[in-house]
Each structure stands twice: as C-alpha cells, then as structure tokens.
C-alpha cells in the first residue's frame, strides 16, 4: 500500500505526547519525522524519522524544518524564530509560529484576551520579586494572588500560589504577571481543532481535579459536571479563541468556572493536551489523530465521546528516583474497562508524568471509583 500522503510531517519534542502522536501517525502510515534531544525518549521508538537535536535551538529547528513539508509542536517553549524564518521560505507551520510567540510567554497571552474582549482574570506585569514587593506596598495588588512566571512554565511549575505575608518566601525572581486569586468552583478544558479551511470542531468539555501537593492534574472527567447552557458556553468560547489565534491544528484551552458561574480563561495550549487523552480511549477520534487531520488539511474527525470516561494520570511515586519499576500492575488490570498507557521514559522523579490510565464505563460514578483505586494501587517506584 502506498502513503495516505505523501507530506512529510515534522514535530518538534519526542515526550509523551510526541510519542502518542506517533502512534497515531504509524496508523496512517505517515512520513513522520521528530526532532528531540536524545534517542531514549518516549516517541523515538515509534517513529522512522527521529533527530538528535534542541527545539530551542534557532539551527536545529530551522535545518530540522528544511527537511520536512509541514512543522508542528508537542511543545510550545521552541525557537520560534526559525519557525518564523521557515515559514518566510514556504513552509507550513502550525501553530502559526507568530500566534505561538505569544502563547509561551503568559503576559502577552492574558494581553491578547484582554485586546480580543475573551474573558480573563485582571493582571500586572513585574519585572521581578522586589517589584512584586513593590507592587504590593503600593497597593497595586494584594493577597491572595497568584503569581506566574511569564516563560516556560509547565505542569504548575512556574506558578506560586501567594495567601499571606507568610508565603512571600516562595515568590518567583523572574519577569511574571500576578492575578487575583479566582474563587474557583471548577477547572474545566475544551480542545478545540482548526484546519486550513477554517472548519472548527471541538470536544465535550472535561473537568480536571488537581493533585494539590503536585500542583498538577490528577483526575480528569468527561463529561464535565455541567449544565448544558455551560457546556455550550464552554465549546463556543473555545472556538472564539481558536478563531482568534488563527491557528491550524489543535488548542486546548483551560478555563475557571468561579463560584458566581462566570466563565475565565486561565491559558492555553496549541497542541495535544493532557486534558485530551481520554480520547484515545473515549471519543470517536482521538485528540491526537485530530491534531495530524488539523494540520494536514485533512476534514476534521467527529469529536463525540464513545463512553464516559476518567483519565488518571500515572504519577512517579513521591519517594522514588531512578529507573522505574511498576508495583501493583496485575489488579489494576483486571478492572473492567481500564486502559493503561506508560510513556516509556527512563527514570521515574517524584510526581513525575510517567503514564496514564483512561478507565471508561457507561457509569461515570463506577469510573471515578476505579480511577481511585488505580491512583491508590498502582505504584511507580524504583
Ligand atoms: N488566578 C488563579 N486563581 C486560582 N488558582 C489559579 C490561578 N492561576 C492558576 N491557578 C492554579 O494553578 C494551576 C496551574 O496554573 P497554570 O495552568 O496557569 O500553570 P501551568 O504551569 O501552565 O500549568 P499546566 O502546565 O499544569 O497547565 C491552575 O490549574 C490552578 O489550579
Ligand atoms: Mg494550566
């Protein structure tokens, strides 16, 4: 059988969603290429094409992309310069490299909803921890507050959670905008998917619960425990932001339902999302091959759900460093209807992304309770 195309597909970073976006591609038989820094890391098993190289680095991009047609993320903190220069030369990009400049860095993108009237939180702009405390003296801003570093922040790692004087300690040194803290009710996600058409389609919103001591999601839940009126909110602000960006390919686009019911956008992401990989397992098509439609210029997939669902993440266990060891696999297995997947990297750190499980079941009460025992039973050690 030949290709289903004959483009050659590029992405920039090799993790765990590089990889899943590899088996999606393998499906399809597509001309796959991924460029990361090290041969060990999660796609590079399943993939043909894998290059040894920095995504932050303006030459490893720009003669990784001089190889392939069309150039795509897995991660959004890459040169965007050479992605600019490729784009000069012809090739297609997407996210649209321009669009991506101000997604990673946090400040321009709460300035972008502001400009675009998208609903947000306020926020200030510092230079640094003495001006945070500056700005606190003058009353520009007061507790509590959140405070997050304007690049290359991930999975909560930029963020500092500020209740009290106490917690001055933790402030971040660095440049970082500073928001109220939102009385929020819910966390909520909608991946929204474009392509060069224009057509848009999005996936039923999800529901995130955090693991507070990791400060990153632990549970996901979809559908989402929302009115209807919500959920078409939800989906329909997505597409307006999508739209806004002018982006091909997929956003995931994170939102706080605070406890008066008003609808915020926290940030977004313009690639697969942890909070869409329930959908290998629960939708019709899954976030990834979505994502290889979007940028293809394929139609875009039907984005219904197949089952309920609940995605737990496959956290390294807090005490463990080093190369991992799965305790407590077998009973996790035999729970009806859950769907193990383990991205294959070489040392387990603690709280670490080390996998995740989608359990589905026509009851999402019997989901979320087989979720749990998973999280409670299934070990990653070392
Ligand atoms: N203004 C806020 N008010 C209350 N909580 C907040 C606020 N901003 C962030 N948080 C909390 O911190 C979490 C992480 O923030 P954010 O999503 O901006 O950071 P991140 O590092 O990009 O995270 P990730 O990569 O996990 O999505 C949020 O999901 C939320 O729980
Ligand atoms: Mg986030």
Same mark, same amino acid.
């Given at each position: 059988?030949?290709?289903?195309?004959?483009?050659?597909?590029?992405?920039?970073?090799?993790?765990?969603?590089?990889?899943?976006?590899?088996? /999606?591609?393998? =499906?399809?038989?597509? *001309? #796959?290429?991924? &460029?990361?820094?090290?041969?060990?890391?999660?796609?590079? @098993?399943?993939?043909?094409?894998?290059?040894?190289?920095?995504?932050?680095?303006?030459?490893?991009?720009?003669?990784?992309?001089?190889?392939?047609?069309?150039?795509?993320?897995?991660?959004?903190?890459?040169?965007?310069?050479?992605?600019?220069?490729?784009?000069?030369?012809?090739?297609?990009?997407?996210?649209?490299?321009?669009?991506?400049?101000?997604?990673?860095?946090?400040?321009?993108?709460?300035?972008?909803?502001?400009?675009?009237?998208?609903?947000?939180?306020?926020?200030?702009?510092?230079?640094?921890?003495?001006?945070?405390?500056?700005?606190?003296?003058?009353?520009?801003?007061?507790?509590?507050?959140?405070?997050?570093?304007?690049?290359?922040?991930?999975?909560?790692?930029?963020? /500092?959670?500020? =209740?009290?004087?106490? *917690? #001055?300690?933790? &402030?971040?040194?660095?440049?970082?905008?500073?928001?109220? @803290?939102?009385?929020?009710?819910?966390?909520?996600?909608?991946?929204?998917?474009?392509?060069?058409?224009?057509?848009?389609?999005?996936?039923?919103?999800?529901?995130?619960?955090?693991?507070?001591?990791?400060?990153?999601?632990?549970?996901?839940?979809?559908?989402?425990?929302?009115?209807?009126?919500?959920?078409?909110?939800?989906?329909?602000?997505?597409?307006?932001?999508?739209?806004?960006?002018?982006?091909?390919?997929?956003?995931?686009?994170?939102?706080?339902?605070?406890?008066?019911?008003?609808?915020?956008?926290?940030?977004?992401?313009?690639?697969?999302?942890?909070?869409?990989?329930?959908?290998?397992?629960?939708?019709?098509?899954?976030?990834?091959?979505?994502?290889?439609?979007?940028?293809?210029?394929?139609?875009?997939?039907?984005?219904?759900?197949?089952?309920?669902?609940?995605?737990?993440?496959?956290?390294?266990?807090?005490?463990?460093?080093?190369?991992?060891?799965?305790?407590?696999?077998?009973?996790?297995?035999?729970?009806?209807?859950?769907?193990?997947?383990?991205?294959?990297?070489?040392?387990?750190?603690?709280?670490?992304?080390?996998?995740?499980?989608?359990?589905?079941?026509?009851?999402?009460?019997?989901?979320?309770?087989?979720?749990?025992?998973?999280?409670?039973?299934?070990?990653?050690?070392?």
């Amino acid at each position: 059988m030949g290709k289903s195309t004959n483009t050659k597909l590029g992405i920039l970073g090799g993790g765990q969603l590089g990889k899943m976006l590899a088996l /999606a591609a393998g =499906n399809w038989d597509l *001309d #796959l290429w991924i &460029l990361d820094k090290d041969k060990t890391f999660p796609a590079s @098993k399943f993939v043909d094409h894998f290059v040894e190289g920095d995504f932050k680095d303006y030459d490893d991009v720009y003669n990784f992309g001089k190889k392939v047609d069309v150039i795509s993320i897995e991660i959004e903190h890459v040169n965007t310069d050479a992605l600019i220069q490729l784009k000069k030369e012809g090739k297609i990009v997407h996210p649209d490299p321009e669009a991506l400049v101000i997604i990673k860095d946090k400040g321009l993108q709460k300035q972008f909803y502001v400009d675009k009237k998208l609903p947000t939180s306020p926020f200030h702009y510092f230079e640094s921890a003495a001006e945070v405390l500056e700005g606190l003296k003058q009353n520009e801003i007061s507790f509590p507050f959140v405070q997050k570093s304007r690049e290359a922040g991930y999975d909560g790692k930029g963020v /500092a959670v500020l =209740n009290s004087s106490d *917690d #001055l300690k933790r &402030l971040l040194d660095c440049p970082c905008i500073v928001e109220p @803290k939102v009385d929020i009710d819910k966390e909520l996600a909608v991946i929204v998917a474009r392509n060069e058409d224009g057509t848009i389609a999005a996936y039923p919103t999800v529901e995130m619960a955090f693991n507070h001591e990791a400060n990153l999601v632990e549970f996901l839940f979809c559908p989402a425990a929302i009115s209807e009126d919500l959920e078409r909110e939800a989906q329909d602000l997505a597409k307006k932001v999508i739209a806004a960006y002018d982006v091909c390919g997929l956003l995931a686009v994170e939102f706080f339902l605070d406890k008066s019911g008003k609808l915020l956008i926290n940030e977004v992401a313009p690639r697969p999302h942890n909070s869409g990989h329930h959908t290998i397992d629960s939708a019709i098509t899954s976030q990834f091959q979505q994502h290889l439609r979007a940028v293809l210029n394929f139609p875009l997939g039907k984005t219904d759900s197949t089952s309920p669902s609940v995605m737990v993440n496959l956290l390294g266990h807090g005490d463990y460093t080093g190369t991992p060891i799965l305790d407590g696999f077998d009973k996790c297995l035999a729970l009806e209807g859950a769907k193990f997947h383990f991205y294959g990297k070489k040392i387990t750190k603690p709280f670490r992304k080390m996998g995740h499980a989608t359990v589905v079941d026509s009851d999402l009460e019997q989901a979320k309770q087989k979720a749990i025992f998973i999280r409670d039973n299934l070990n990653i050690i070392a």
